[in-house]
Nanobody, 122 residues
Framework: QVQLVESGGGLVQAGGSLRLSCAAS????????MGWFRQAPGKVREVVAT????????PYADFVKGRFTISRDNAKSTVYLQMNSLKPEDTAVYYC???????????????WGQGTQVTVSS
């Protein structure tokens, strides 16, 4: 089992920044691919960014390229999502996930956090 706890969400004005963190516990963190997903009201959960265990493969969704950065610290068992130039359409619950495959298919991920709300005001 892997337990994931997200933090860092909140309310921010458009153009602002937030940094999300996801602390993992349980099995060896570095064995897992990590990902950030988001789900807005009435919409399906979608991938934002993923990162392999070494941190050298970080595919991003097109809608966040150039604005968001995913990173991980295996020594701290933590994955981060730095979000800059936030837009109102980024408003969603953001989830951290751990899995064995670097994929955008939500069903392929093994463990999920409880989510953290990000609200961007215009």
């Amino acid at each position: 089992q892997v337990q994931l706890v997200e933090s860092g969400g909140g309310l921010v004005q458009a153009g602002g920044s937030l940094r999300l963190s996801c602390a993992a516990s349980g099995r060896t963190f570095s064995n897992y691919v990590m990902g950030w997903f988001r789900q807005a009201p009435g919409k399906v959960r979608e991938v934002v960014a993923t990162i392999n265990w070494r941190g050298d493969s970080t595919p991003y969704a097109d809608f966040v390229k150039g604005r968001f950065t995913i990173s991980r610290d295996n020594a701290k068992s933590t994955v981060y999502l730095q979000m800059n130039s936030l837009k109102p359409e980024d408003t969603a619950v953001y989830y951290c996930a751990a899995g064995r495959q670097n994929t955008d298919k939500t069903t392929a991920w093994d463990y999920w956090g409880q989510g953290t709300q990000v609200t961007v005001s215009s």
